[in-house]
C-alpha cells in the first residue's frame, strides 16, 4: 500500500505465457503511480521487443515522478511519443524488426485521480458499486463497426477480425494516444488487461470476479485461470488496482 493524500492505491499483478503460445510478448509495469500492459505484435520475437520497448518508456516515466513536478497529460504524452521513438531506432538497427508494433494502456495516479494514456486493444475498466465499466476504448477494426451500429458488443467478442487495430505503437509511425482523465472514488477497483482476458472472459464474469474476490493478488491469478479455463489463445496479463 502507498498513501497519496487521503487515498490509499493497492495494486497486483499477473502474466501468464497462455495455453497456445511459446512466448510471452505482453510486458507489464506497476508502481504505486503508475501502472501499464502493453501487448507486443509482428511475430514471436518482434512482439516481446515491441511491448518490452513501451513499458521501458513507462519504466523511465516512473523513475521521474516524484522529482519535481509533472502535468500527468503531458508526461504520458510524451513517454507515448518515446515509445514510438524507441521501437523506431530498434527497427533501424534490426531490419527484420520492422512492422513491429505493441498496444498501450498506462494509468498514472496522481492521488485524486488516474490519467490515463491508451493507444491498441488493451483495456482499462473501472468497477464501481458492483457495475463493470470499460474506461477505454478499443482501436480496432470491430470496436469501429460496433460504433457504427453494424454489429453487436456480443458479437463483436467472436468475430473473426476483432483483432485487427486501426492504432498502435509501430517503428516509423506517429504516437496518437488517448489521453483522458477518469475521477477515482473510495472502493474503486481498476483491472489494466491484454486481449488474452478480454477476448476470452466475458464482462459479466469480469464484473463477478472482481466483485466477488476481494484480495488483489487472488482477483488477478483467478483471472489468469480463468481465461487458460477458456483456452488460453494469447497470452493473459492484468492489473487490478483497489482504492481506499
Known amino acids: 500500500m502507498e498513501p497519496s493524500g487521503s487515498l490509499t492505491l493497492r495494486y497486483a499483478v499477473a502474466t501468464d505465457v497462455g495455453q497456445r503460445r511459446d512466448a510471452n510478448e505482453d510486458s507489464v509495469y ?42 500527468p497529460a503531458e508526461a504520458l504524452t510524451e513517454t507515448v511519443t518515446d515509445a514510438v521513438q524507441r521501437l523506431t531506432d530498434l527497427a533501424e538497427e534490426d531490419p527484420a524488426l520492422l512492422g513491429m508494433g505493441t498496444t498501450l494502456t498506462a494509468m498514472l495516479w496522481d492521488g485524486s485521480r488516474f490519467v490515463v494514456a491508451h493507444v491498441g486493444d488493451s483495456r482499462a ?22 460504433d457504427q451500429g453494424r454489429i453487436t458488443p456480443e458479437a463483436a467478442m467472436t468475430h473473426p477480425s476483432r483483432s485487427v487495430l486501426t492504432r498502435a505503437l509501430q517503428s516509423g509511425g506517429h504516437a496518437d494516444p488517448d489521453v483522458f482523465a477518469v475521477d477515482v472514488k473510495a472502493g474503486d477497483r481498476y483491472l489494466i488487461c491484454s486481449d488474452g482476458l478480454s477476448d476470452v472472459v466475458p464482462p459479466d464474469v469480469l464484473e463477478e470476479t472482481l466483485g466477488s ?7 488477478v491469478l483467478h483471472l489468469v485461470e480463468l481465461a487458460n479455463a477458456g483456452g488460453g489463445p494469447d497470452n493473459i496479463t492484468c492489473v487490478v488496482a483497489d482504492i481506499s
Open 30 to 71: 506497476t508502481s504505486s503511480q503508475l501502472l501499464a500492459v502493453a501487448d507486443g505484435m509482428g511475430g514471436h520475437v518482434a512482439g516481446e521487443v515491441a511491448s518490452s520497448a513501451a513499458i521501458a518508456a513507462v519504466t523511465e516515466l516512473g523513475e521521474r515522478l516524484g522529482a519535481g513536478e509533472l502535468d
Open 125 to 146: 475498466y473501472r468497477l464501481r458499486d458492483g457495475e463493470l465499466e470499460q474506461i477505454t476504448r478499443d482501436h480496432t477494426v470491430v470496436q469501429e463497426l460496433v
Open 213 to 219: 474476490v476481494t484480495d488483489p493478488d487472488a482477483v
